[in-house]
């Protein structure tokens, strides 16, 4: 390792890296930089199952779920950091560990392209045990789903600990309501079962809002419980305009 720079002291510091130089001068501690503590690692962790190939307007949440993921994996190669993938549905689709490098981030956007998952269904916690298990020291994680899932929250507290975790959440404006056009078939992506469902009902419509909602606010306040961040976008707005504001406020 090699020394790089001096910060503030923060809590847990080693105090064996204080620079006692620059603590004198400043009346504050300071802490010296090695250059491996400033070598960071991306892991993206995007969703591939059926759900997320949907979308009513300008294009799939998957489209958009690339694109962002894209976006960060290229942010890492401005900061020379290492980026890994992980695509999951119900099951560990394809991970690629982290490195540095344009070509290894120009396989990564490939996979996110032109992946053709095994499994149309989805399991968050699967995934978040396999990030457990492989990351041994501290990454930045995003996850990229829809998040349409639930009993995750365990699963995330122990992520949470160990990683510095954001939830980007893309959805699609018919995810949040129906809208009235009789009685038409839905096919549910990750099953494959098609229902006819009465959207004309005042009572459907409410009911699947009222869903909608609870697995909204699930990802929220779970996400928060476990120390992690939450963006939420949909598939038809400038997800940048959002990225950047959660950054700016992080």
């Known amino acids: 390792m090699t020394f790089s720079e ?30 491996e503590e400033r070598e960071l690692t991306m892991l993206l962790m995007v969703d591939v199952s059926g759900s997320e190939y949907f979308g009513t307007k300008k294009q799939l949440k998957r489209d958009t779920l690339t694109e962002i993921a894209a976006t960060l994996a290229f942010s890492a190669i401005q900061n020379n950091d290492k980026v890994g993938l992980i695509l999951f549905s119900d099951t560990i689709e394809l991970y690629i560990p982290a490195k540095k490098g344009r070509s290894h981030v120009l396989r990564i956007i490939r996979e996110l392209i032109e992946y053709e998952p095994k499994s149309r269904q989805t399991n968050i916690t699967q995934a978040l045990e396999f990030l457990s298990g492989v990351m041994k020291k501290k990454a930045i994680v995003f996850m990229l789903s829809d998040f349409v899932d639930t009993n995750y929250e365990h699963a995330l507290k122990i992520v949470g600990k160990k990683h510095d975790l954001t939830g980007i959440r893309v959805y699609d404006r018919r995810d949040e309501a129906l809208p009235n056009l009789g009685l038409v078939p839905i096919l549910d992506a990750e099953t494959g079962q098609t229902t006819l469902v009465n959207t004309a009902s005042k009572r459907v419509r409410t009911q699947y809002k009222a869903h909608y909602l609870q697995n909204k606010d699930y990802f929220i306040n779970s996400f928060k419980r476990s120390g992690s961040g939450v963006i939420n976008t949909r598939n038809d707005e400038d997800y940048v305009k959002h990225l950047l504001g959660y950054f700016k406020n992080k």
Do not use: L
């Open 6 to 35: 001096v910060r503030q002291y923060q809590y847990g510091d080693d105090i064996r890296n204080i620079d006692w130089n620059v603590t004198a001068r400043y009346n504050e501690p300071y802490v010296k930089v090695f250059e």
